[in-house]
């Protein structure tokens, strides 16, 4: 994927949405949306009681999901749907669901259910060794993170332990949508360069066009969460109205990454 992207002058354009909200068949209508809005690639959220990385609004979406019975193994058929849809998938998990379902079987159904990785933001890379082995035979991409206080020997062994992508977090706090993105990130993203050839996608904080084409200047990736779940919320009209907003929103970030803007320039 990002050999294409990069071929075509741009960043990639990185959509999230916990599985499962507001309801199952809501979530398969949503993902597609994201799909046909411009999205390259979709992380599939593993609903989880103790989000810690994340933000109210991500965590009652999660909640909200668990309620109405969502499990991983309907995760999985969701990645199905994405697939079948024509579009990429990787899954952002806490660990504790994957220990639950079985590490080994949590890669090879993935894996089968066309999955291209897994993103794990509380695992760290000292522990995850019988976990990439997992990835490894099953041909899918572990997925770790790096942070604005991550030195730089534990980025570049962060890094030797990813594949696909390094996600670096603009931040040191929880998801959510903010008015500016973070001043960190463009350093962060300049020292993970400096260690490391993987594509770099930059998340937290980002919802709108302006913000992903701010990113896109400097990122291989634009990774966009509680804006797509907001969005969803807020949308009238059911099912049919967020699917909708959900995919207006994918067409503006996708021009957004089309059209890189350094901060300074914008308007």
């Given at each position: 994927m990002f050999a294409a992207t990069r071929a075509e002058g741009r960043a990639a354009l990185v959509g999230y949405l916990p599985a499962g909200y507001p309801d199952a068949d809501t979530s398969v209508a949503l993902f597609r949306a994201m799909v046909?809005?411009?999205?390259?690639?979709?992380?599939?959220?593993?609903?989880?009681?103790?989000?810690?990385l994340d933000g109210p609004v991500i965590q009652d979406a999660q909640q909200a999901s668990l309620a109405a019975g969502f499990s991983a193994r309907k995760l999985i058929t969701l990645v199905e749907s994405v697939t079948a849809a024509g579009g990429r998938a990787v899954v952002m998990t806490y660990f504790n669901p994957v220990?639950?379902?079985?590490?080994?079987?949590?890669a090879?159904?993935?894996?089968?259910a066309g999955g291209a990785g897994v993103i794990t933001p509380d695992l760290?890379?000292?522990?995850?060794?019988?976990?990439?082995?997992?990835?490894d035979a099953a041909g899918l991409a572990p997925i770790f993170l790096v942070a604005p206080s991550t030195g730089p020997e534990r980025i570049a062994l962060t890094a030797g332990a990813t594949r696909g992508f390094l996600y670096a977090a603009s931040t040191m706090g929880v998801t959510g949508a903010r008015d500016q993105v973070s001043s960190a990130a463009p350093g962060l993203v300049a020292r993970c360069r400096?260690?490391?050839?993987?594509?770099i996608g930059v998340g937290l904080g980002v919802r709108t066009g302006r913000q992903a084409a701010e990113i896109a200047s400097y990122a291989d990736a634009v990774i966009v969460g509680s804006a797509f779940v907001s969005i969803a919320?807020?949308?009238?009209?059911?099912?049919?109205g967020a699917a909708r907003a959900v995919a207006a929103l994918a067409e503006e970030l996708a021009d957004g990454v089309r059209t890189p803007t350094p901060a300074g320039d914008v308007a």
């Open positions: 046909e809005g411009g999205c390259d690639l979709v992380e599939v959220g593993m609903p989880f009681s103790d989000p810690v220990m639950a379902y079985g590490v080994d079987a949590f090879r159904d993935l894996a089968s760290i890379v000292d522990e995850a060794g019988p976990w990439r082995s997992a990835m400096e260690l490391t050839d993987l594509p919320k807020a949308a009238d009209n059911g099912a049919v």
